[in-house]
């Protein structure tokens, strides 16, 4: 398909000449440069798609299978991904098409798309710069732990990533060129390239150690050109008018308390009927505020305007409702609509409104703001009413008191865009094109080469704590947890005033949280002294996390809150307003509670997958097996260079472990009817696994009395080290026997650079046996048969714990030098894919038995 028709068929309109080069070039460049309002997120995501689905054989080769389209800020998620759900499905590639493209949104909690299972499908994945970077960086936030390593290496192999909006990114910013530069360096498997798009881009932001500028000079760049600003459409938007002045309100420390409503006096004057009038906010507080005043000013009118509140502190559900009409302006009622929004509106939210009031902010925020107004160019043309910008000073001229009420900036930087302002009566595309501010260069931490590294191992201490990735993502001002509100009899004994277990009788009951009931907060807002926590304790609530290690409610108190953090409270806590969104005011209670109908449990170190159908470890290893080979058939065109006879080895064998005394015990426990003479991989029954070794007789004298014998409890077993451990005994020295083992013993993310004892686990009563995740050193694993063409047979053997030891043992490395020694030598990247696909095989392969 020629590319006019393409986009006509996408868009309902030809393409601007720039969008056509982006989506027709040779190789895609790393920079797009373009004026606000000219269609950056169609340009960028149709290319991908024209390039990877309607190009040549060549350039479809050469086009990375997924799209990582990256936002500064929450609040346009959703727009953007119904927008490209809605061109996908007008050009007929859309998910409900065979071998469709799949839009899914990477937020925190759980996700049903589980778009992970599909390494080879074609995928636009969707999120803001905490949820991607923190995945990118295997530190992933709101997402379970023991899944990070997956979404580490589908974000960094085999795909395109576009970050929006790149002004506004921070320190994101530097680590995304940071990634791009380590992406080249480490070669991940298939293609790999970052697109950076802004109307206000500093190419110098994009310059780090391992991200150098390039030898030419310059960055390869897509911009405006001089056939785009002959098309009527582009020329209207570059020379829209947008009289500027400074409003007569201004923000000090001295009415901080009157200038909500002082403010919304103003809005009131200057709003035309029938039109938008957008109003911009530093603050969600202040913003907040001033969504109250206006409601207020309107309370008695017949006909108020529509009033809009939009930020980034919202639960999903409700932030879906205000904007679900806000940003159409098609329905925009006879008295008009007035939208108060914190900066949320910068980053690509395709609104045109006639009356803008904005807080001073940095220059290229600002530059961002005016291009929501008049953003059509219709503005003051066959009769529409004339655009309006109004610009709010916040005073500085006393630099120590000034500083609350510039936050989140910086005083330099609003000291340089007032001067600029000062001298401007109109800000329209073409008078902005042609102002150059220079803004301070802030100091940001890096990420080396060393850190990646380090991040690869997802194994926490002893405390469960990580290393922290935030001063990668965000300032350290912007940092977010995620917070969400839950309802439970407080006055249950039996719970002394915990949270219910996850599940109860096989059934979740509790489950994890949705991602439809998180709402993100600012990590200040809950750890500080005023803090939530701190007014939560007040009214006797206090926070809790899953400690998926011990498996188990902890309670956090403020100094323990982490970046991506996931919280929750009591609903009578409060703290959270459906219409206001985040308060962090106790007396906003009660919250409702917006727990999933069918949810899952929470993850935990000592989960397993039961299934509903009982199914044998030979049968189980059959299935995963054919999985991988299935996998192999369809992707080893694209990777010639995967060693896919270990990956299919690996998966063959991933789960003889499972043949351990201590599951068998386990799955028998769970289902007293299977058979105990037969090795079983999945029980059919559902709830936690108490693993235990069942003794060899049911009970013994003591005295005149029969007592029965308990199982020996192993908590914490992890079948997948002993499937490793036995593979290495039979096969260590051989060819890739290394990479096997690690790949088994990575299959669920829970066993991987290093093999260590937990707290909860039991001790062998010899204090010289070396123990380590449910496993005694000389432990006896029963043979197993593989079930795959080469029959082969793991035999029965005794399990050493050797390995964990640092050090070699009789001229055998240690479990961590021999991980190590993998990472390094096929680079992070490459080795957490291999992961990956025996993962997946996994699932699938489960998936075929629960079919049986």
């Avoid at 969707?126 to 995945?135: F, V, Y």
């Avoid at 982490?562 to 308060?583: C, E, K, N, Q, R």
Wanted: one cysteine or more; aromatic letters at 8%; proline letters at 5%.
């Amino acid at each position: 398909m020629k590319v006019d028709a393409f986009y006509e068929k996408a868009t309902g309109f030809k393409p601007y000449p720039y969008q056509s080069r982006l989506a027709t070039t040779d190789s895609l460049p790393a920079l797009l440069n373009v004026p606000t309002g000219v269609g950056k997120t169609a340009a960028s995501t149709l290319a991908w798609v024209y390039r990877r689905r309607f190009s040549d054989a060549a350039t479809k080769q050469a086009t990375p299978r997924r799209l990582v389209y990256c936002l500064p800020m929450r609040t346009l998620v959703e727009q953007t991904r119904d927008s490209i759900r809605r061109w996908l499905k007008k050009l007929e590639v859309d998910a409900t098409r065979e071998k469709g493209i799949e839009v899914h949104v990477l937020m925190g909690g759980e996700d049903d798309g589980r778009w992970y299972e599909q390494p080879e499908a074609d995928q636009i994945l969707i999120g803001t710069q905490d949820m991607l970077l923190s995945r990118a960086l295997n530190r992933g936030y709101g997402m379970s732990r023991y899944a990070w390593p997956v979404h580490f290496a589908l974000l960094n192999n085999d795909c395109l990533w576009v970050l929006d909006e790149t002004q506004l990114m921070g320190v994101g910013l530097t680590t995304s060129a940071q990634l791009a530069g380590l992406r080249e360096k480490l070669k991940p498997y298939g293609v790999t390239q970052t697109l950076w798009m802004s109307a206000t881009l500093d190419t110098d932001a994009i310059i780090s150690v391992d991200h150098p500028r390039p030898a030419n000079g310059t960055w390869s760049t897509e911009t405006i050109e001089a056939d785009d600003k002959t098309s009527e459409a582009v020329s209207r938007l570059l020379n829209a008018k947008k009289p500027c002045s400074k409003e007569r309100i201004s923000l000090s420390h001295d009415n901080k308390k009157e200038y909500a409503g002082q403010l919304a006096d103003s809005i009131v004057d200057a709003h035309v009927a029938k039109t938008l009038t957008l109003v911009v906010i530093n603050r969600v507080t202040r913003a907040q505020n001033v969504f109250e005043s206006l409601n207020k000013r309107f309370a008695k009118s017949k006909n108020p305007p529509e009033i809009k509140l939009i930020h980034g502190r919202f639960r999903p559900a409700d932030r879906a409702e205000n904007q679900a009409s806000a940003f159409v302006e098609s329905t925009i009622p006879d008295a008009g609509r007035i939208i108060v929004s914190t900066q949320a509106v910068e980053a690509g939210v395709d609104i045109s409104a006639t009356t803008l009031f904005s807080e001073l902010s940095p220059w290229s925020s600002m530059v961002q703001r005016f291009g929501r107004c008049n953003r059509r160019g219709k503005c003051g043309i066959d009769g529409m009413p004339s655009a309006q910008v109004r610009w709010i000073d916040i005073n500085t001229s006393e630099p120590k008191r000034s500083v609350d009420a510039a936050l989140p900036y910086e005083i330099a930087e609003l000291d340089k865009a007032r001067n600029v302002l000062e001298t401007m009566t109109d800000v329209g595309p073409q008078l902005l094109s042609a102002i150059k501010v220079d803004s301070p260069q802030p100091i940001y931490h890096v990420l080396r080469r060393k850190d990646l590294l380090d991040l690869f191992d997802t194994t926490a201490d002893l405390s469960g704590n990580d290393l922290d990735v935030s001063r990668y993502i965000r300032d350290s001002d912007d940092i977010d947890v995620q917070v969400y509100w839950r309802d439970w009899d407080l006055k249950d004994t039996t719970l002394k005033g915990k949270p219910p277990a996850p599940m109860s009788d096989g059934q979740v009951v509790f489950p994890a949280p949705d991602r439809h009931e998180l709402c993100s907060v600012s990590i200040a807002a809950v750890r500080g002294n005023s803090g939530f926590i701190e007014k939560a304790a007040s009214k006797d609530f206090v926070g809790y996390k899953w400690d998926s290690l011990k498996g188990d409610w902890q309670i956090v108190k403020r100094n323990e809150v982490l970046p991506g953090m996931v919280l929750m409270f009591h609903s009578i806590a409060g703290g959270y307003d459906s219409l206001l969104g985040w308060t962090g005011d106790p007396k906003n209670a009660p919250v409702s509670d917006r727990r999933p109908e069918k949810g899952n449990s929470q993850d935990s170190m000592d989960g397993d997958e039961l299934a509903a159908t009982p199914l044998s470890i030979t049968d189980h290893l059959r299935d995963v097996g054919t999985a991988a080979e299935s996998l192999e058939l369809t992707l080893q065109s694209d990777f010639t260079d995967l060693p896919w006879r270990t990956v299919v080895r690996a998966a063959w064998w991933h789960d003889v472990g499972k043949a351990h005394p201590a599951f068998q015990g386990a799955v028998i426990a769970s289902n007293a009817e299977l058979d105990e003479s037969q090795l079983w991989a999945k029980s059919g029954k559902q709830g936690y696994l108490r693993y235990q070794i069942k003794p060899p007789i049911e009970s013994q004298a003591e005295g005149n009395v029969l007592v029965a014998v308990k199982p020996q409890p192993r908590r914490g077993f992890r079948h997948e080290l002993a499937s490793a451990l036995a593979w290495l005994q039979q096969h260590d020295g051989e060819t890739d026997a290394e990479l096997v083992a690690y790949l088994i013993a990575a299959h669920h993310g829970k066993v991987r650079l290093s093999i260590r004892s937990m707290p909860n686990e039991n001790r062998p009563p010899v204090s010289t046996r070396l123990f380590a995740r449910g496993i005694w050193d000389r432990d006896i694993l029963p043979a197993v048969e593989i079930g795959n063409a080469d029959a082969e047979v793991s035999r029965q053997c005794e399990l050493s714990l050797d390995l964990m030891q640092l050090g070699e043992r009789d001229g055998r490395p240690s479990w961590l030098a021999r991980s190590i020694k993998l990472r390094d030598q096929l680079g992070p990247f490459r080795l957490a894919f291999l992961e990956t696909l025996v993962r997946v095989a996994d699932w699938r392969g489960s998936q075929q038995g629960e079919s049986r």
